[in-house]
């Protein structure tokens, strides 16, 4: 299910279109929640990855509650012309293999990140450029810097993320069509 960010502008933009990638791309899609851009979020002695979702409030993803799809934009959008920006965008993937794959009797890690990477390296929609810079597994590297459980990695759960460098159209508008 793809949660979506009333009316996205910016980078958002770009978000929403990988949202609606993975959402139509995916085999497994409707087992999975699909966050917008989220946000590093600093309380009480930790540092967590949560969803902005109305009033002031936040719901954190950085858990294995649940499969989830999230995006979280790193360091600063750098200016490339008076229309692009260029940036980079995590998408971290929080994932219960065996409601994704419950025919499987093994740990079907790579299967998953395959299947995510066929459909992320396929997208470019429009003036969007994104391009696949790495995959991080390892739920130590995957949260670096931020709180996480270690369980959160074990089977049947894994966890990883995928580093894009993105290219946008800061006058870009989505399309839900």
């Given at each position: 299910?793809?949660?979506?960010?009333?009316?996205?502008?910016?980078?958002?933009?770009?978000?929403?279109?990988?949202?609606?990638?993975?959402?139509?791309?995916?085999?497994?899609?409707?087992?999975?929640d699909i966050y917008p851009r989220c946000y590093v979020v600093?309380?009480?002695?930790?540092?967590?990855?949560?969803?902005?979702?109305?009033?002031?409030?936040?719901?954190?993803?950085?858990?294995?509650?649940?499969?989830?799809?999230?995006?979280?934009?790193?360091?600063?959008?750098?200016?490339?012309?008076?229309?692009?920006?260029?940036?980079?965008?995590?998408?971290?993937?929080?994932?219960?293999?065996?409601?994704?794959?419950?025919?499987?009797?093994?740990?079907?890690?790579?299967?998953?990140?395959?299947?995510?990477?066929?459909?992320?390296?396929?997208?470019?929609?429009?003036?969007?450029?994104?391009?696949?810079?790495?995959?991080?597994?390892?739920?130590?590297?995957?949260?670096?810097?931020?709180?996480?459980?270690?369980?959160?990695?074990?089977?049947?759960?894994?966890?990883?993320?995928?580093?894009?460098?993105?290219?946008?159209?800061?006058?870009?508008?989505?399309?839900?069509?």
């Open positions: 299910m793809v949660i979506g960010k009333d009316n996205p502008v910016g980078i958002d933009v770009l978000v929403a279109y990988l949202q609606k990638g993975i959402n139509s791309k995916l085999s497994w899609a409707n087992l999975i600093y309380r009480e002695d930790n540092v967590t990855i949560e969803h902005y979702y109305a009033n002031g409030n936040y719901d954190s993803v950085n858990n294995a509650e649940g499969n989830k799809c999230f995006f979280v934009l790193v360091g600063n959008p750098q200016k490339e012309n008076n229309q692009y920006y260029s940036a980079q965008l995590d998408v971290y993937f929080t994932l219960n293999l065996k409601e994704i794959n419950p025919d499987i009797n093994y740990r079907c890690d790579e299967e998953v990140r395959v299947d995510i990477l066929k459909v992320i390296e396929a997208f470019n929609v429009s003036s969007n450029v994104v391009n696949v810079d790495e995959v991080v597994i390892g739920i130590d590297n995957v949260y670096r810097g931020v709180y996480f459980n270690p369980d959160d990695d074990n089977q049947p759960y894994h966890c990883f993320k995928i580093t894009l460098n993105v290219q946008y159209d800061i006058n870009g508008h989505f399309c839900s069509n």
